[in-house]
C-alpha cells in the first residue's frame, strides 16, 4: 500500500513539473500599424505589472521570437521607439532562436528591477504582418521535370536576392514547395540578380512551410555580393526511380522443330517516387 501511494505522489508531481511553465505575455505600447508591419514599445507581463525590456544585449533573433510569440510572421528590425513607464523587466535577452517564448531565452532574472538601465533603452520591435512572396528569374526548364532561378524574395515593395551564406537544401526545399513545386532537386550559382539583397545567413530546420520563417540576420542585413545569390532547382513533379534488387536468369525451350534454346531472365526491385 505504501509503495502505490508514493508511486501515485510520484506521478502527480511529475505532472506538476511538466505543466508548470506558461509564457509570460507580452504586448506592444504605443502599437500602430501599416498595410505589411505593426510597430510599438515591447512589453512583458510579471508579477500583475506591464513592464519594459532594456536594449543592452538584445538582437534581431530576440525580436524574432517576440514577434512570433505576439502572432506576427517575422521580425523585421528592432529599434528604440520612444519609452514606456515603469519597471524594467528584462536586460541582456539573449535568443538562438528556437525557443517557444521570449521570457525562456537567457536573460537577467525576470521580475529583478533593473536599476542600471534607463527607458532611454527601451526595446522598441517592428513585426511583419503578411508573408513575403517568392520567384524566380531568368527562369529555365533544364529537363522535362525540372525548374530553375535566381530566387527572389519581395519585401518593402521590391524585390531581392537572397545570398548564399548558410543556405542549404532543407532551404531550397521549402522555397520551392512555396513556389508551388513538388520537391526541391538541388541549389547552386545560376547568375547575378538585381538590387537590392534582402536576406543572407538563412537557418531552415524543415519545420517551417515558408521561408520567411526561417532564422536568418534581418532584411537587408547582409556580407555578402551578388556573385552569391541563391539559385534553386526545383522538381515539378513525382520522380520515378527503380531499384533492381535482384536478377534470375534461366533457359527456356522452345517446342519448335531443331530444338533451339533461349536465356530469360526475371527482375525484383522496388518503385520509388519522390
Not at 44 to 65: M, P
Not at 134 to 159: E, F
Not at 207 to 221: F, M, V
Amino acid at each position: 500500500m505504501y509503495r502505490c501511494l508514493m508511486g501515485i505522489m510520484f506521478l502527480i508531481w511529475k505532472v506538476q513539473c511538466v505543466q508548470r511553465h506558461r509564457p509570460a505575455p507580452l504586448r506592444l505600447l504605443h502599437k500602430t500599424s501599416s498595410q505589411s508591419s505593426v510597430k510599438g514599445i515591447l512589453q512583458i507581463y510579471y508579477n500583475g505589472v506591464w513592464g519594459t525590456i532594456c536594449l543592452d544585449g538584445w538582437s534581431f533573433a530576440s525580436a524574432t521570437i517576440a514577434c512570433k510569440q505576439l502572432g506576427y510572421q517575422f521580425a523585421v528590425m528592432s529599434k528604440h521607439l520612444g519609452q514606456g513607464p515603469d519597471p524594467i523587466w528584462l536586460v541582456n535577452v539573449k535568443c538562438n532562436g528556437d525557443e517557444p517564448s521570449l521570457d525562456q531565452c537567457h536573460h537577467n532574472r525576470l521580475g529583478r528591477l533593473q536599476y542600471y538601465c534607463s527607458h532611454s533603452k527601451d526595446v522598441g520591435i517592428v513585426c511583419n504582418t503578411k508573408t513575403a512572396p517568392l520567384r524566380l528569374i531568368n527562369k529555365t526548364k533544364p529537363a522535362s521535370s525540372l525548374v530553375q532561378g535566381i530566387l527572389q524574395i519581395y519585401y518593402n515593395a521590391s524585390w531581392g536576392t537572397i545570398c548564399d551564406g548558410g543556405w542549404s537544401w532543407t532551404a531550397t526545399n521549402i522555397a520551392c514547395k512555396q513556389l508551388g513545386y513538388h520537391s526541391a532537386a538541388t541549389f547552386k550559382y545560376l547568375g547575378k540578380g538585381p538590387d537590392p539583397i534582402w536576406l543572407d545567413g538563412l537557418k531552415c530546420n524543415g519545420n517551417e512551410s515558408l521561408l520567411d520563417q526561417c532564422q536568418h540576420r534581418g532584411w537587408g542585413i547582409h556580407n555578402c555580393t551578388h556573385r552569391q545569390d541563391v539559385g534553386i532547382i526545383c522538381n515539378t513533379s513525382k520522380r520515378l526511380l527503380i531499384l533492381i534488387l535482384d536478377v534470375q536468369y534461366f533457359n527456356a525451350t522452345s517446342n519448335r522443330k531443331g530444338h533451339s534454346e533461349s536465356t530469360k531472365a526475371h527482375f525484383k526491385g522496388l518503385v520509388i517516387f519522390w
